[in-house]
DNA sequence: AATCTAAGCAACCGCCGGTGA
DNA sequence: ATCACCGGCGGTTGCTTAGAT
């Protein structure tokens, strides 16, 4: 099929719209409507293309443009829905009032992927960043602190080199979980209520981490569900989608972390301490609630989750660390975990 | 004060799908 | 069935501005 030109059209104007330029589209538009696009230009007296033009008015000059910074809850949206339906900015953009696709498209590039980043998430698939530069960048990190208390004792006294890789391990220990409960999400009996494209079991995490800390459940409207915007997914009566608060809160970083004589492990009482815990989700509970105790569970009987699923997550995490065949550098890792903390005891 | 650098954002480019002749 | 046109979308570019040196 040929391809009309466009803007490529010698004579048309390139470039920053000036206040006349905008003036006359805006007064055009206002008392005739864009009709077609193409035709515009002529009309409105603009030397234009008519795709310029209308760029030009669905990002700028429309009256409904909301401007101005994106708040929690847009940056909230946008990352859920970015989850789901990935880099369809105009459909993320339906759901955000006076938000162009263009504006959620920079604004998701220059903040957004950059927060995921640093909170270990993958912005692409939001799942734990797994990528070997990262986790290598974490296990020197561990390698380097660790060699250092071989070396020189007093390094883990001053605290310096012992913080830098108890974040290391935190943050690799992490990686792994995420990793494990992928897998496990992905093995279980309900399959096929995430097998709509991109329903990522992770959701959730972001929506309790970082600046993103919320410790809600990721409410999803039910707008959402019955304009199709999203897949359904599992949700109780009310189309929330429960992220476990019951896991997030087991992350103590003081309890994990211990002091510096400490042999501690993650203790009942740090998951009591929910609402101070600064560390990131591990573990999403989205679609569902996802617990790896599951004392008890505050969902519906239907949820999809069962219990086996958390048995099915220590079963991967010793199958993991007791695999002869597994690579020792795994095995290090976690005989280098504080404690070595049994994942039944978190 | 001048220069450099990075971030933010508006605008452009090229591809794609829908539609009508 | 084919083609041309059109609008929409996502990726990318490049200009502007703010902050750092």
Redesign the pocket.
Known sequence: ????P???ENGL?????TPEEDQKLTDYINSHGH?????LPKLAGLN?C???C???W???LRPDIKRGRFSEDEERTIISLHSVLG?????IATQLPGRT???I???W???LR?KLLQMGIDPTTHKPRTDLNHLMNLSQLLGAASFGNLLSPWNSALGLQADASQLARIQLLKNMLQVINTSTLLNMDNIGLLQNQNLNPFEGLVNGTSTLYQKEPLLISQEYLNQGVIPQAPSNSQGIINSSSEFEGQFNMEDFLGSNNSTSSLSSSACENQTENPMPALVSGSPGTYTVNQVESKTDPNQFLTQSSTSTSFEVWEKLKDDETSDFYWKDILELTPSSPSPMSW
């Open positions: 099929m040929g391809r009309s466009c803007c490529d104007k390139k470039g920053p719209w009709g077609s696009w193409r035709s234009r008519g795709k310029s209308r760029l030009r669905t990002n700028y880099n369809k900015w105009s459909r696709d263009n504006e498209k920079n604004y590039n220059t903040h950059k």
